[in-house]
């Protein structure tokens, strides 16, 4: 089963989304125990890793996000979500949730379009 990942669209600059991840047939012991993760790719660039959160809520940024991006997890609604503000254009990219688990197996889920105006 593919994580979703929605909450995408377009902002001007200065704006902010609220992206969310779920897996529909995720059971909560998985989802509490594996470290979830955002990433995005811009168009002719690589896949990067921006935000993490761990099995004990701790989390870590890239540095072109940090202080602006928030990764946070609610562990009843087994969903991951990333508030984004002061969005940049920079910001433009297909984002994508995933975990450690599924990471090593290879596996990605649908992305989300940000595309943010100047």
């Known amino acids: 089963v593919q994580l979703q990942a929605s909450g995408g669209g377009v902002v001007q600059a200065g704006g902010s989304l609220r992206l969310s991840c779920r897996d529909p047939r995720i059971i909560s012991s998985v989802f509490n125990s594996d470290t979830w993760t955002w990433h995005r790719q811009a168009p002719g660039k690589e896949r990067e890793l921006i935000a993490t959160i761990t099995a004990s809520g701790g989390t870590n940024y890239a540095d072109s996000v940090k202080g602006r991006f928030t990764i946070s997890r609610d562990s009843a609604k087994k969903m991951v979500y990333l508030q984004m503000n002061s969005l940049k254009p920079e910001d433009t990219a297909v984002y994508y949730c995933?975990?450690?688990?599924?990471?090593?197996?290879?596996?990605w889920g649908q992305g989300t379009v940000v595309t943010v105006s100047s």
């Open positions: 995933n975990s450690h688990s599924r990471i090593n197996r290879g596996s």
